[in-house]
């Protein structure tokens, strides 16, 4: 810390040191924070636990309840001035991979890759056979109408667009299918819905993920992989009266108790001013939940580990939560910002890791550019000795769990990487491990932890 | 092309009108090029064919031979106005995946994992034991000096540096432990050497790589993965004397004839103006030479693929050259470069992609930024309604097979890419298709195929 005595001489001997004295400090800040994240942080440590040790964590399930333990006692070991846990309630859904989607091609029964879609009610123990009707849009199923629908299993075979340049953005446009088709589908009549996986790459996995029923129009809902969309649309081309048989082992349970998880450094000059860094901790019951979201979950408990490693001490109070049930209905956010708002803290700003752990690309804030400019140009600039390492940031959203917070008029921050590869993986069995790289989730780290200690030096 | 006529009518109606509608032209052949990669192009397809049809392209080797006439006939399909080979006269090295490095741990033998540098020499069919001087430094050589250096085998073990947010500059920092190591140690009477791989993962990979050697001093040497190079510095704290065994089947032949492969697409207005893109066809002969060039040989065919699937008919002569012997020795750039001289050529543009597959993070240029900005300028305002895509241009390097046509005085462009990955795969046998992502170097493809257009329409 030598420099630091060099700049306590500037200021005596310079006009305009402070700010000077301030930015070379930050830069020195940094690097140091790079470092430490490239070398010897937890980060990869972290996700491999919750990957391997842990495994999937689907709300409800007894791997949820391991990965609430895993993190808070990972979080005690860093000695921060306090770690809790923030109860919700959750929904308990299952699934037994017995569930099964088949063609009958000339007396021949061909499988499907499927998986059913989370909170999607089961076929009660029997097969489900019928007629396909493949439709591209939700609206198809009103120029269909009843009568071609009734009694028909409705397969949603819209692809995500591969050359529009932002995955989430392809997704976003596809993705009703899978939310609201099923319901929809059931207000006319048909007894089971397919949905073609959400990914632009064709190939033999099934991608699960939400479906948002209304109180009333509940039908069995499977995912199949693009391989399968493709073949199946082929057959139902060749004969339009193909049949398909359906069998999903889904089931839902009772809501159950569950935790988000909350590790905290308390600020020594602003200790009500909470900058908050997180993911989240369930996952889907495919593969590991790695970068959906292990990789935000990692990322966010090592901003406080390195932290603690630089023995920096924050002026504001810095807070990690790991929020339980992103996936499939958000009761973590919901009762950390109820809890929260209850209290009357306030949360000046919110950083959410949850686009999985590739290279950082920059940053989204809802806040006007304007607001955030000054913070920005000061990160920005002090990247540029670091090699010419790039990060925007522009404004977009903040992330699903931080949203809740936005009454607080903190500023909400999404940490934003290069999507290539996300739905390749997303809600598959292959988000595993080994498709993280541990440099890119290394990187994600220094910069979502620079991003809070610029805030914590400067504010909001 | 409807757009095109809406164009040609505003001509007339407005006054500033020709800026205004060439930027908006270029926004809509752009997207096509994007739409065009990111859907239907062929980069993929001619990454599998070098990869899995033709596999590894070491200079000399039959490989090598076979992949001039797989992408020679694939240029061919293309309908393009030339497609010729350019002779060089290459290297011939080879090994055998014989050789061996092993330690004597209290009379149990531990090996270790290995591979025989590029050009280097073997050990005459015999195993080579002796003690090991590990040094972190070329310099540390002198330090020692001949006294502690003769007769033993010299073990540079100076680790790339993760902190470096390049990791291309980590590699440049240690590398000349490989590339020029083995001849100084032999200067200092070591009977051989051995390099620790130039990655900053910790793994059992050994990463080969060219080592040179001046024209008398010439030891065996070979790299052993980074977790053996820890280990075994770890054997020698224990005990200095440890006796390490080296045999390397490694064998260097007379000099072969082969080629660089060169498809054109002749300009209609200023056919003299040429405009060029490339990779290097070699490869090692671990792995596939994926992503170390197969994927800029890919991108750079893909290109004429792209313009030739639109139609476009370009005012200036586009050219894809396939390198030959990039990695040992370079004769197919200069050969290249010689016979453009000598036919009176002029390149007024050069890109290459060399740094692997993965998602483009913009062009390096060997230009003042003064002299390219405007281009710049013109692509990245296009890239904008393409939903934030961002694509830098920095003032560097172009690449090794382009920069022999410097004196030609074009500008030399690199594509640069993230490059968190590379080093884990780099010269391993890990470099596979199944490393390279799809989406990520289509994204590359339309890159360079964007550039190639706006260079074509505006010229430098």
Avoid at 109 to 135: A, F
Avoid at 211 to 239: F, G, H, M, N, R
Avoid at 321 to 327: D, K, Q
Avoid at 376 to 392: A, G, I, M
């Amino acid at each position: 810390m030598n420099r630091n005595l060099i700049f306590a001489c500037l200021i005596v001997l310079q006009s305009n040191v402070f700010l000077f004295s301030q930015n070379d400090d930050d830069a020195f800040y940094i690097k140091e924070i790079y470092n430490y994240s490239l070398s010897d942080a937890k980060t990869y440590e972290y996700l491999r636990g919750l990957c391997k040790d842990v495994g999937p964590r689907l709300s409800g399930s007894a791997g949820a309840a391991t990965g609430v333990e895993y993190v808070k006692t990972n979080l005690e070991a860093l000695n921060l001035d306090r770690v809790y846990k923030v109860e919700c309630m959750v929904p308990h859904w299952e699934h037994h991979n017995a569930s099964k989607v088949s063609l009958d091609i000339d007396g021949k029964e061909m499988q499907l890759n499927c998986t059913p879609l989370g909170n999607s009610v089961s076929t009660n123990g029997k097969i489900i056979t019928g007629k396909i009707i493949e439709v591209k849009h939700l609206d198809s199923l009103e120029k269909l109408g009843k009568d071609q629908i009734e009694g028909n299993i409705v397969f949603f075979n819209r692809p995500m667009d591969p050359t529009l340049l932002s995955t989430g953005h392809a997704y976003g446009a596809a993705v009703d299918q899978r939310v609201y088709g099923p319901t929809k589908a059931a207000k006319f009549g048909a007894k089971a819905t397919l949905v073609r996986s959400m990914t632009t790459l064709i190939d033999d996995l099934p991608h699960t993920g939400v479906t948002v029923y209304d109180s009333i129009y509940k039908i069995p809902a499977l995912a199949i992989s693009t391989k399968d969309a493709e073949y199946l649309s082929d057959q139902i081309e060749k004969d339009p009266n193909v049949q398909i048989s359906v069998f999903s082992d889904a089931e839902n349970f009772e809501k159950k108790l569950s935790h988000s998880v909350v590790g905290e450094i308390k600020g020594s000059d602003f200790p009500d001013e909470i900058i908050l860094v997180g993911g989240h901790l369930d996952s889907w019951d495919l593969g590991e939940g790695a970068h959906d979201d292990g990789t935000g979950c990692a990322q966010s408990m090592a901003v406080l580990e390195t932290l603690k490693s630089m023995n920096y001490k924050p002026k504001r109070t810095i807070r990690c939560v790991l929020f339980m049930n992103e996936e499939n209905g958000l009761a973590g956010g919901l009762s950390y910002a109820k809890q929260s708002n209850d209290l009357g803290e306030k949360h000046i700003a919110a950083i959410e890791s949850d686009g999985g752990g590739f290279t950082p690309r920059g940053f989204s804030c809802t806040a006007e550019e304007s607001v955030f400019i000054e913070h920005f140009k000061t990160l920005n600039t002090l990247f540029e000795p670091l090699e010419s390492y790039d990060l925007y940031l522009k404004k977009g959203g903040g992330g699903a769990d931080i949203n809740p917070l936005k009454s607080q008029q903190g500023i909400l921050i999404g940490l934003r990487v290069d999507n290539a590869r996300y739905f390749d993986l997303h809600h598959t069995a292959a988000d595993v491990l080994e498709n993280v790289n541990q440099r890119e989730l290394e990187l994600g780290a220094a910069a979502m932890t620079s991003l809070v200690y610029l805030i914590d030096q400067y504010g909001i």
